[in-house]
T-cell receptor, first 113, second 114 residues
């Protein structure tokens, strides 16, 4: 079935540093790919998505490109802020009906001033 | 404003007691979901419902039950049969049409068994 693997955290970096969180997937066909973010004590919210190969999703300075050749959807941000401290989840739909999402294990990011 | 509400935010339960977590949405979404999140881990699907009066088990349904009598509501009951219920519970909804659609999440309920 469809699955996603993302790098384990925690990732600790200084403000204005470059952030990359790796995500690779296994899927039937070419499903949409998602990045969700969870700020401390809150539920998840959609950060960005890409619906087809070579699409680039972007939001709040974050970007991720749908790479079918490498089956990857890495999340990047050029200059992080303290407010970016959160847990980031890569996700894709399951192959069965119901719009179920399969999530990666999450990557905790801590940005220090 | 449209969204998903979960109550209560924090819930404490004694061992052997059933407890029900509330989830309400006013987004007019057909599909609703319950996830469990344990510290440092990803989300695991407990139950989901694509339409009123219908629901399916997810990956970890044992010890849980749900109902979907109204489109807006999808309560989750954590029964005494759930051996390790302490966790963060998240409810979500989506339009349920195809695989392209975003899921919207509530703020979560943190359940602690004393």
């Amino acid at each position: 079935g469809n699955s996603v693997t993302q790098m384990e955290g925690p990732v600790t970096l200084s403000e204005e540093a470059f952030l990359t969180i790796n995500c690779t997937y296994t899927a039937t066909g070419y499903p949409s790919l998602f990045w969700y973010v969870q700020y401390p004590g809150e539920g998840l919210q959609l950060l960005l998505k890409a619906t087809k190969a070579d699409d680039k999703g972007s939001n709040k300075g974050f970007e991720a490109t749908y790479r079918k050749e490498t089956t990857s959807f890495h999340l990047e941000k050029g200059s992080v802020q303290v407010s970016d401290s959160a847990v980031y989840f890569c996700a894709l739909p399951g192959e069965a009906a119901g719009n179920k999402l399969t999530f990666g294990g999450g990557t905790r990011v801590l940005v220090k001033p | 404003d449209g969204g998903i509400t979960q109550s209560p935010k924090y819930l404490f339960r004694k061992e052997g007691q059933n407890v029900t977590l509330s989830c309400e949405q006013n987004l007019n979404h057909d599909a609703m979901y319950w996830y469990r999140q344990d510290p440092g881990q990803g989300l695991r699907l407990i139950y989901y419902s694509q339409i009123v009066n219908d629901f399916q088990k997810g990956d970890i349904a044992e010890g849980y039950s749900v109902s979907r009598e109204k489109k807006e509501s999808f309560p989750l009951t954590v029964t005494s049969a759930q051996k390790n219920p302490t966790a963060f519970y998240l409810c979500a909804s989506s339009t349920g049409e195809g695989f392209e659609n975003e899921q919207f999440f509530g703020p979560g309920t943190r359940l602690t068994v004393l």
